[in-house]
């Protein structure tokens, strides 16, 4: 057969082996760029050693083919090996734009480092870089990559002598993820802290076991069966010699449905009220920023990837600022000024007035499988939140911690400057948080968003720069902070 | 010109308020910031390097053409701190001090390069005052006039801060305000203010 002939085969292997070392060339040039951690790096390194690997491997089935009988199942057995070796390649160029979005002039690179270590004290046992994505989402890869890319080298360890597999992962060692920030946000400070979000799903991954799917499925399955049984009795032709195959595919479909929406929907849930229980009304106030921009009550399906309504995770979250042991709000005015504890408050009562509407509730009733799921849902996450208030509770935000030092911070920005330190005098100082800086930052951008625009209903000009100054000077403060603290720990070993 | 001494500095960075206070900010370590009559400053991790490769000659009276290819002159980079910048003979950078500063409505200050630095050929600033009311990290114009290149380190204390109270109050009403890294000039915004002095427009080469 032609595409056997041992000619052609040859020319494949070459181009196969060309694509991995595109992929080299490309890291290798990645590398010379500057990055603001190393886990970029060791991405780009691993990548590269993968590609040895994978290069090798086809040197190795070429080498293997028997070209005497090349109509040999064994034979066919190589070439459908380099396929696979191939696919993987092809599948690995396209993991070097991680590496690539997580260049220093790509990020918003003073976060970068303060993120990271917030991050290794939630989850240690992971490592997460952070890039870049064109599209408009926070997203998260939940997915092990390093243990993807151990798959991928596996079934080829009896055939290379060349590499260990030790020394392929020896910079990759530790599950590894990626969190991706929207590239047009790049300097929203005060969104970023979203990632949170991102973090809950790494976390709350660990409620979602075989265990846990299958009592759920136990338990609708009936109710689920009944649905499509009652939907069928009222279909014309429902005793037609096929009905119990439609009947049972259905069930099959409703059931996956049911199981998708159940798992995503408190997936989504659980990781918002692990990022309001980490980020407090930061977090409230992101998420409905970028609740605006959709269908509040869109309901959850297979075209937006089951998410619940946007209206439904507010109040989810809500329900956490406000069961917290102590109040959030209302802002009192002895700690805060009149003009921000107004704001601020006018905000909160917004989003209230935004959860009592229930039309999302009503959307989800409307139809019998999510209803179905969405019971289960709202049992489940009760169970959850206590778990996860328990597993985080020494990284639980209080509000009378949080609100502690908040009015000087917001008083700086208002004023022009960093709220990286509380600075009493010079000897005493106490650099701040990341989670009281943008706090700090949302409490004083709400306290003018009323005047964008002037009674005239006018554009404020000038506004665009007043967000961006008031972005840098945040950005810088959590730079500083983490430089300080630092700083202060390299001396204090 | 009275300069202000260490205590008079110090009284300025604690007032009460923070409109009225002297803002240095981060003091990573105040044993090493303050001398008897100046306040240390450090470098910042962010610089502008010029491509001159990519720009034949920089024109301010050149409206159309220099903001757009402004971009291919200077190009902005940062450096972790504890990774080194090596600055060549004869090249100039564009840096900031690594602190933030606030400077109230009755302080002015003047940058001056430390001592030890100039000793190697490093010069530190070229545009040394600040005025009253300024806020932002301050821009320090680089050149290496020594022989040999120097390696920079971000976070080395560079520069250091000389304050004068002035008569009256003034308040800082430049294109450089709340500055968080080095800022290249603007120079089109001028245009019409100075279009007068671009008339004919004619290259005298020397």
């Known amino acids: 057969m032609p595409h056997r002939s041992r000619e052609l085969v040859e020319v494949y292997a070459l181009e196969i082996i060309s694509r991995s070392q595109a992929i080299q060339e490309k890291c290798k040039r990645l590398l010379s760029q500057d990055f603001t951690s190393q886990t970029p790096k060791s991405l780009a390194k691993t990548l590269i050693s993968i590609c040895l690997y994978l290069e090798a491997a086809v040197k190795s089935i070429f080498k293997s083919i028997n070209w005497e009988n090349v109509s040999d199942k064994e034979n066919e057995a190589s070439l459908l090996k380099l396929q696979g070796v191939d696919f993987r390649i092809c599948e690995l160029g396209a993991h070097v734009r991680y590496v690539d979005g997580a260049t220093t002039q790509k990020l918003p690179w003073s976060i970068i480092k303060p993120i990271e270590k917030y991050i290794q004290s939630l989850i240690p046992e992971k490592t997460i870089m952070l890039r870049v994505q064109w599209k408009h989402n926070y997203s998260v890869i939940t997915t092990d990559i390093c243990e993807l890319y151990n798959d991928y080298l596996y079934e080829y360890k009896d055939i290379v002598e060349e590499y260990s597999l030790e020394k392929v992962f020896k910079d990759f060692n530790k599950p590894f993820h990626i969190i991706s920030f929207p590239s047009l946000e790049r300097k929203n400070i005060l969104l970023h802290c979203l990632f949170s979000h991102e973090i809950g799903h790494l976390i709350s991954n660990k409620y979602f076991n075989n265990d846990r799917r299958d009592k759920f499925v136990n338990k609708i399955w009936k109710r689920i069966n009944d649905i499509v049984l009652s939907t069928f009795s009222m279909v014309p032709g429902q005793k037609s010699l096929f009905a119990p195959v439609h009947i049972q595919t259905k069930i099959t479909q409703e059931l996956t449905r049911a199981k998708n929406a159940w798992e995503r929907g408190l997936e989504e849930l659980l990781s918002d009220i692990i990022g309001v229980l980490l980020f407090g009304p930061a977090m409230l106030f992101s998420t409905l920023e970028m609740a605006i921009q959709d269908d509040m009550d869109r309901p959850p399906d297979l075209t937006n990837n089951f998410y619940p309504p946007w209206r439904l995770r507010l109040r989810e979250m809500l329900k956490v600022i406000q069961n917290s042991s102590q109040e959030f709000f209302p802002l009192q005015k002895n700690i805060f000024t009149v003009k921000t504890a107004d704001s601020v408050n006018k905000r909160f009562e917004a989003i209230k007035n935004i959860v009592q509407d229930e039309s999302d509730r009503e959307k989800i009733q409307n139809d019998p499988i999510l209803k179905v799921a969405y019971k289960e849902v709202g049992e489940n996450i009760v169970e959850a939140q206590k778990y996860y208030q328990e597993q985080l509770k020494d990284l639980i935000i209080k509000p009378s911690i949080l609100y502690k030092r908040m009015s000087h911070f917001i008083d700086r920005i208002d004023n022009g400057i960093p709220p990286n330190a509380d600075e009493n005098s010079i000897d005493d100082r106490e650099p701040a948080t990341i989670v009281e800086i943008i706090n700090a930052a949302w409490f004083h951008k709400i306290s003018w968003e009323d005047d964008i625009f002037n009674k005239n209903g006018c554009f404020d000009e000038n506004i665009c720069k007043k967000r961006d100054i008031m972005n840098r000077l945040t950005l810088k403060a959590i730079e500083y902070a983490n430089l300080e603290k630092e700083y202060r720990d390299y001396y204090s070993k | ?206």
């Open chain 2, 1 to 206: 010109m009275t300069a202000l001494a260490k205590s008079q500095i110090k009284e300025y960075m604690e007032r009460k308020s923070i409109r009225e206070r002297l803002i240095v900010t981060p003091l990573i370590d105040n044993s090493e910031s303050f001398d008897a009559a100046s306040v240390n400053v450090r470098l910042g991790s962010e610089f502008i390097i010029m491509q001159k490769q990519s720009f034949p000659i920089l024109d301010i009276a050149d409206k159309e053409g220099l903001p757009s290819r402004i971009e291919k002159y200077h190009e902005k980079i940062r450096i972790n701190y504890g990774e080194q910048f090596v600055l060549h003979p004869n090249r100039l950078i564009i840096g900031s001090t690594l602190e933030y500063i606030s400077l109230p409505k009755k302080l002015m200050c003047y940058v001056v390069g430390k001592s030890s630095w100039g000793r190697m050929g490093l010069i530190i600033a070229t545009a040394t005052k600040v005025d009253p009311g300024f806020k932002g990290c301050i821009t320090l114009e680089i050149i290496n006039e020594g022989e040999i290149p120097i390696v920079l380190y971000p976070g080395v204390p560079i520069a250091q801060l000389v304050f004068h109270e002035i008569i009256g109050e003034g308040d800082y009403t430049g294109n450089y305000g709340y500055a968080t890294g080095p800022l290249f000039p603007e120079f089109s915004k001028n245009y019409d203010k100075w279009k007068f002095w671009y008339q004919g427009g004619q290259i005298s080469q020397y």
